[in-house]
């Protein structure tokens, strides 16, 4: 008996570092609003491919009201990543204390997304336009607010003054708002508007002035602490999610199909299956064209930060009145020291399994 229980202990002790070993370890991201196939398809996707699970992860999303309710949850700690818009993380240097104690480390959405959209038969076809007109936004707290105020100021126009920002609700809500005429035009995202489109209603866009185009928006965002201590966890995850959005690039209609068997309430009720399908793999396969392609058509380096860019955003949204100054340490806010780590992979590789998938 004596061997016998010498033996098992023995052995449950060298089991001991491979269970340890294989145990996932659990990320949870905090989204400011809730996802929708164009944006949420690439975390379904890594799932089901096993992208987190090959890099040790278990994944989950939480959804708060806005980067304002967002922001605390990372900086606390409560968080390991946020996917917060830029400004409001910005706009905290500015008040001279209480600097959020966070750090990007992964570029989002690397073009601006944001524009202005109006109904086809509208007169307006520039920002100037818009004057002594009303613009709808999903809530008054959005953190995109400040960057279209910039716009329209560097276009001439004072907000408040000549044009006044309205709380119409998000998507549907906005849509019906714009068509009924309640609003002039709608302050949402290209992917947004792509669906508005897609519902059967023509619209024009109205760009943001082009000093804006190429400056830093949603990104994952984490506490300087878990920046430092912990990198490899960020790499991994950015890792999996990065090859989750190139595969979702490769076969869209898969990961549309993974994200409604992940989210099944946001699959279409009244749309013919094979309608509804196209569409959504559109709507994706545009979010993925802006992301991962320059305007030109050329690829990105997934994640990366043109902090020469950001600076010149940063100093329009300065000349705009928006921020005090330009005078922000980007370097401290935005970080590419893990790009590299996370782009170790073989995207062929990762297409190849994606174009298998089903």
């Not at 052995?11 to 269970?19: C, D, N, S, V």
């Not at 119409?168 to 995202?189: E, I, M, P, S, Y």
């Not at 509804?276 to 380096?301: E, F, Q």
Request: glycine letters at 6%; proline letters at 6%.
């Amino acid at each position: 008996m004596r061997f016998t229980l010498l033996t098992l202990t023995s052995a449950l002790a060298a089991l001991a570092p491979l269970t340890a070993a294989h145990a996932l370890d659990e990320v949870t991201v905090a989204l400011a609003i809730p996802p929708a196939v164009h944006d949420g398809a690439p975390y379904a996707a890594a799932e089901e491919l096993g992208f987190f699970k090959d890099e040790n992860l278990s994944v989950k999303t939480i959804v708060f009201q806005g980067a304002g309710a967002l922001l605390p949850q990372v900086a606390s700690k409560r968080v390991t990543i946020g996917y917060p818009t830029s400004e409001p993380v910005i706009s905290s240097y500015f008040s001279g204390k209480d600097v959020l104690p966070l750090r990007y480390f992964y570029n989002g959405v690397p073009t601006n997304t944001m524009e202005f959209a109006v109904l086809e038969e509208s007169p307006i076809k520039t920002i100037t336009d818009l004057k002594n007109k009303q613009i709808g936004v999903g809530a008054l707290t959005w953190g995109t607010i400040p960057g279209g105020r910039a716009a329209l100021r560097t276009a001439g126009l004072t907000p408040g003054k000549d044009v006044d920002y309205v709380a119409v609700g998000a998507l549907a809500a906005g849509f019906q708002a714009l068509k009924a005429g309640r609003v002039d035009a709608l302050n949402f995202n290209s992917s947004w508007n792509d669906m508005l489109e897609m519902s059967g209603t023509k619209i024009r866009r109205v760009a943001y002035p082009e000093v804006f185009s190429e400056t830093a928006g949603n990104g994952f965002i984490t506490h300087v602490d878990n920046f430092r201590d912990n990198p490899d966890l960020l790499a991994r995850f950015g890792r999996a999610y990065t090859k989750a959005q190139i595969a979702c690039q490769a076969n869209p209609e898969y990961c549309v199909q993974a994200f409604w068997r992940a989210n099944p309430q946001a699959k279409p009720a009244d749309v013919a299956p094979e309608k509804a399908l196209a569409d959504a793999a559109t709507l994706l396969s545009r979010r993925l064209d802006r992301v991962l392609n320059k305007r030109d058509g050329t690829p990105r380096v997934p994640g990366q930060y043109d902090l020469t860019s950001i600076k010149a955003g940063i100093q329009a949204m300065a000349d705009a009145g928006e921020y005090p100054s330009a005078n922000v340490p980007v370097e401290d806010i935005f970080s590419n020291s893990l790009i590299e780590q996370i782009n170790n992979f073989d995207a062929n590789a990762v297409r190849e399994k994606a174009r298998s998938a089903k």
